[in-house]
């Protein structure tokens, strides 16, 4: 990095504080990111952080036009040990983020918005790798936990606007999340660590560092195998996971390999349905398993479902079970005073599936199976449980080459780059029989389907190009410009496609084709200008687009479109989704003599977004249940307008006590009314259902002697849940509790030895957590609040 480029707003140390970037107390919450942090993923500390360090140096540089963030290792598993990158971001401004487990792990539930994006149009990568856009049952990633194992995480960046040019991405509309993994310790050693606690939960994690060898290399080996009951009904969640990673420095640049495995089963939570004007929705829908006499006796004689659960009627099980491979190869050449050149192939396999035990006599099935087995029992042949277990079986295979060439011309910083992908990718929905002699389990992959609905196989290609050039105009003030390319080639087929009557609409085939998407001018503008040494104002324009999803069967995809000619009319009218991203902020570090407050540290920033071509799937006809689905269309839409502001700062009182507090307000609105076929849908001025208006964080910190306390507050503001806002779930406060401290080392073997306690929920809370909007304006799903859980980690370094 130039340092001339750079506004070091000051080394110092000062409590750790979650929430705020690198270190617990990155001095204001919303400064940009580190530029040590966020570029460097070249370099590492020479020994581990300890867990309730009461300290910490922080270097804070201004390298970015934007509000980028960064959490530290550290900050990360003070949350709780093994958590999801994504969920350690929720302390942040202007982030929602809700899962059914305390690690933020289940995928199936997880819901997460920044500055009223969703989950699905953010981008996300781990050490510059593309993970996808983080759906469930994913077509063209992972998730970043079953990337790199929480514990190697070195930190996570957040670019809550716009992210860099060279993210490697297609679905980045609001934003960008990177996660980057922890390099090999230089001198050798182990750790391990241990975390027990509510609900049979075990995590147990091992990494041996080999230190030094040979001419500059170095590697690490780790492992870890998790396990926890769901809270709300007897069944195993986790999985194990493997890393390896080798680095080798040299004059010439730095060599990296880096291989993870991950194979995890995780039973899902089902979802509370709830219609407009209902008094007797459950607060949970647990599974029977592993009860099979009570779910035989659930059903009637000939299978039917209690009449009174209605929609709520319960499963046997639901479980999503997922393999991955994930490996790169990345060199980053130093060609030549202040010129670099980083080339990185990467390869994943991802071998899953979505598996739901359920009734055959709800949400149109006997229809369905009626196609199939015509004046047949059903029941018989379901293998006379009243049960079948359906599947969505996934095949990723996926490759890709990044490179980047980074190059000083006196007072410019020219960048360029490439990013090539192959994916293909399938879907097969299936169903089998749950044999009432022999039932299977949510850990089983069933065999011998009895049915395969549908099969897809999609080939997708995608080329990005970017070029930037960063000019210093002055000493105190620096400009960025530049554009990036986006080009999509994806073609779908279904080698199997669906029986007269198995989709609605009485449709035969399901579409098939290519569709090529390109857009050659993304323009992004920046700069940033030190008002003071201490203070610094920036601003950025972004234009981003979120290329077609490319999934066969299911979701807003045009390969999942009931009949062909909606599809050729899609390819012939439809346009991506583009966002156009205004950003303005002011952040500030300030030393203090105010009595016992001795430094201030914060952030201000304003942001507009013009979202267009918004895309959404919409039915004229009764949508029957996600299994049959109603006769969708995806179509444009029309716009979303969002305005919001983030006010993040830190109060630090001496060496032992600080307060950090952010404080969001969201304003994302629909402009346009849609058509669905049949009525005019009212949603011109609503607000996007499921995103928040306000939001408040909190975390206290405090250190008295060896032990460290953490209280932290997180307040999700009402949302709304149906298109034309006239349902809504009501607001929460939740409030977590961290405690940390030092072992006596009982043996000189044995280094750093720690204890941390976790308890999440503090108050025990009960409420909606997360809430999926429903297709019909009158319905619509929650996933509850979990209850109150505690955890004991011990950890220590041989």
Known sequence: ????????????????????????????????????????????????????????????????????????????????????????????????????????????????????????????????????????????????????????????????????????????????????????????????????????????????????????????????????????FDARQGGDQFNAKFVNRSEAGKLTLFFNYSDKIEPNEDSTVHVAGETSAPYTRPFLYPNFGAALNYLSPTGATPAADGNNYRNYYSDAQRTDYLAYAKFDANLAEGATWSNQVYFHKDDGAGVVAGPIGVAGLPALFGVYYPNQNLKQVFGNSGYAVRTTEYDIKRGGFISTLRKELGEHQLEAGLWLEQNRSSAYRRWYALDVNHPTSPYDRPGNPLITQYGSEIDNKVVQLHLQDEWKVSQDIALQAGFKSSLQFADGQFPVQPARGAISGGSTALPVGSITTKKWFLPQVGGRWDVTPQDQLYFNLQKNMRQFVTYGGGGASPWSLASQAAFDLFKRDAKPETALTYELGLRGNHPLQLGAVTAIDGQVSVYHVDFSNRLLQISPTPVISSIIGGNPVLANVGSVRTDGVDLAATVHFGNNFSFYNALSYNRSQYADNYFNGATLVPTAGKNVPGSPEWLNKFVATANLGEVEFQLIGDYVGKRYATYTNDLSVPSYFLMSLGVSGKLPALASWLKNPRWRVNVSNLANREGALNVVVGAADKTYNTFPIAPRQGFLTLTADF
């Open 1 to 232: 990095m130039n340092t001339n480029l750079t506004l070091a707003l000051r080394r110092h140390s000062f409590n750790l504080l979650l929430g705020c970037a690198a270190g617990s107390a990155l001095p204001a919450l919303a400064q940009t990111a580190v530029a040590a942090a966020v570029a460097s993923a070249t370099t590492e500390m020479a020994a581990p952080v300890e867990d309730n360090a009461p300290m910490a140096t922080v270097e804070i540089s201004s390298r970015k036009t934007r509000s980028s963030v960064a959490l530290s290792k550290n900050e990360i598993q003070k949350i709780l040990p093994g958590t999801n990158p994504l969920k350690a971001l929720q302390t942040l401004p202007g982030v929602s983020f809700q899962s059914a487990d305390p690690w933020g792990n289940n995928e199936q539930n997880l819901s997460l918005f920044v500055h009223g994006f969703s989950g699905q149009q953010l981008g996300y990568t781990m050490d510059g790798v593309p993970l996808g856009d983080q759906q469930y049952g994913n077509y063209n990633g992972l998730s970043p936990q079953r990337a790199v194992i929480s514990e190697n995480v070195r930190s996570v960046v957040l670019s809550s606007g716009a992210g860099d040019l060279a993210t490697a991405s297609t679905s980045n509309l609001g934003g960008t999340i990177e996660t980057f993994s922890s390099d090999p310790l230089a001198t050798q050693g182990a750790s391990v660590q241990q975390t027990v606690g509510s609900h049979r939960t075990s995590r147990t994690f091992a990494r041996y560092d080999t230190g030094a060898f040979g001419d500059g290399s170095s590697a690490y080996f780790s492992i870890l195998h998790h396990e926890a009951r769901a809270w709300d």
